[in-house]
């Protein structure tokens, strides 16, 4: 009788454990509400995208219903992030970070650099929409960091290279730098990452001014294309 009797409290407190977590996932369905937004601290931002790689990497992605956030969105959006990301197509950000329509912008942009535009777009994302947090998102074995170590040249994508290879330069490194160098090509690419992140408060009073009140958080980290996982910095 006992043996059963503890069997059944098992039992229970494993449905009552599965329950609990089935409800999170659910509160974590929710679209993104002004109220919701103003609550969260770019602390706590951070954190919730910490937890979203995590679940990403470890096979535990949420599977919410889009069309439901998809109508829930439809008439505002109160995003409590935003990414600078690079074009890479293995590297989309909501997936990465396993979170939902209306939850992020993304802004993403060959070698996710600082451009001006760029600038302007996140100023948008975090004065006027409220995003309390700003992740520039580099990544692994990157294209755009290897045409600028190479000095590569192609039309308009030529402007966009040089703006990586300051990166290169800061490393002081010494021979002919190659992306053949893959130990040079991730260096590079965190560089740059660094620099970008920088270069948001280093190019905008807006930026800057809502870090200095607590208000916005900056940081930049490093998708590995590899297992998915994020490192982060800042």
């Not at 706590?44 to 998809?70: I, M, P, S, T, Y």
């Amino acid at each position: 009788m006992w043996s059963r009797r503890r069997t059944l409290q098992g039992m229970a407190a494993i449905a009552g454990m599965a329950a609990g977590a089935a409800a999170r996932a659910k509160d974590r369905c929710v679209a993104f509400t002004p109220t919701m937004q103003q609550a969260k601290t770019p602390e706590a931002a951070l954190q919730r995208l910490k937890d979203g790689n995590a679940r990403f990497v470890a096979g535990r992605a949420l599977h919410c219903d889009l069309l439901e956030q998809v109508r829930s969105t439809a008439r505002q959006q109160a995003p409590f992030a935003a990414v600078l990301g690079c074009i890479d197509s293995r590297v989309p950000p909501e997936l990465v970070f396993d979170q939902n329509i209306g939850d992020m912008f993304v802004a993403r942009i060959a070698g996710n650099i600082a451009s001006a535009d760029i600038v302007g777009s996140l100023e948008f994302a975090t004065a006027l929409a409220g995003a309390k947090l700003i992740v520039v998102l580099g990544h692994s074995e990157c294209g755009a960091v290897k045409g600028a170590i190479d000095d590569a040249k192609l039309g308009s994508l030529t402007g966009v290279l040089q703006q990586i290879r300051p990166a290169l330069a800061r490393l002081d490194y010494q021979g002919v730098p190659s992306s053949k160098d893959k130990a040079l090509v991730q260096r590079v690419a965190e560089q740059n990452a660094r620099d970008a992140a920088e270069q948001l408060t280093s190019r905008s009073e807006t930026l800057a001014a809502l870090v200095r009140e607590g208000k916005l958080k900056i940081v930049y980290a490093m998708h590995d294309v590899a297992t998915g996982r994020v490192a982060w910095h800042g």
